[in-house]
């Protein structure tokens, strides 16, 4: 049965507006073995939107959003943030952004507390400020027992969970988010989602990569495909239900065999009535519809199965 995204499953509510603070054109990264990690990306991001970018490892998402931040130069194309100019301008650029990198090292010897003032100061914050601030990620992170543990001693859930603090102690225009709960465990997963859902609720702007499909389904008000360097499709849920004909799935057991277990069948449809016309063909009793789930585009669209 397909997913289904309930309000009280902390979906990050729909704000964004028209007004586009992201343009990526014609992005294309190669690097010098030929290898095309970025094949002609077009892209624009809404102000007040997260938008998700679904990929499994290699499709290319940690390179797109690596062109975004400055860290890589890309080989043709543009990309636009807020009116400037990401390859031209990059120092003005990152102060507009926060950035949660897949992989990146903390100070060990450094408290939680402090990495946080740390780099809310080279973000431009003064002192008071950024002690509020250092005071609130704690808080909205629930590391209040850790704040003044170095890091080093931290596991690896709660290493991530500072980096996230990093990226929003100086409150961003954007963020931008490779894979941010990698690592997480179930109950610290949903803690970062809160925390990113309440940043989205107060009207700013997210992009983030990942390879889970409830992350996806729960946090984006869009979605972007993403297989081979390309953006496949883009769209909000809806719309990426609605892009393949048979959007529509009946789920149910077939006759009893000799165990007396009868065996799940699944048959997809265009519609609701084509299913509900295999219904009463078959005199079926038991039964569920439901519109195919997130997995089942992504395999419809890529041929292959997201596997976590």
Not at 196 to 221: D, K, N
Request: aromatic share 6%; proline share 3%; with cysteine.
């Amino acid at each position: 049965m397909s997913t289904v995204v309930k309000p009280e499953q902390m979906t990050a509510p729909v704000r964004a507006t028209q007004k586009v603070v992201l343009s990526v054109r014609d992005l294309v990264k190669q690097y010098k073995d030929r290898t095309l990690a970025n094949d002609h990306i077009s892209l624009d991001v809404y102000e007040g939107e997260l938008i998700s970018i679904l990929g499994h490892n290699g499709a290319g998402k940690t390179t797109f959003l690596r062109q975004i931040t400055t860290e890589l130069r890309p080989t043709s194309g543009s990309i636009i943030l807020f009116d400037k100019d990401v390859i031209r301008h990059p120092q003005e650029v990152k102060q507009l952004m926060g950035v949660t990198p897949q992989e990146c090292e903390l100070f060990q010897s450094v408290t939680v507390r402090e990495h946080l003032e740390f780099f809310g100061r080279l973000k431009g914050l003064d002192r008071k400020r950024v002690r509020a601030r250092a005071d609130q990620m704690i808080e909205e992170l629930s590391m209040t027992q850790y704040a003044n543990k170095q890091v080093g001693f931290l596991s690896g859930g709660l290493k991530r969970r500072v980096m996230i603090g990093i990226a929003m102690v100086a409150e961003p225009k954007i963020l931008v988010l490779d894979e941010p709960t990698t690592g997480l465990d179930p109950a610290s997963r949903r803690e970062v989602w809160h925390q990113i859902s309440a940043y989205v609720a107060a009207g700013q702007t997210v992009i983030l990569t990942t390879h889970y499909m409830e992350e996806a389904e729960r946090l984006s008000e869009r979605i972007a495909i993403m297989q081979g360097g390309k953006i496949v499709l883009a769209g909000k849920l809806q719309e990426l239900y609605g892009s393949i004909k048979q959007s529509y799935k009946l789920s149910y057991h077939d006759s009893f065999n000799i165990d007396g277990v009868g065996q799940p069948v699944i048959v997809y449809g265009s519609s609701f009535a084509e299913l509900k016309a295999i219904i009463e063909r078959e005199g079926l009793a038991e039964y569920s519809i439901a519109r195919v789930s997130l997995e089942d585009v992504y395999f419809e669209l890529t041929g292959e199965r997201l596997v976590v």
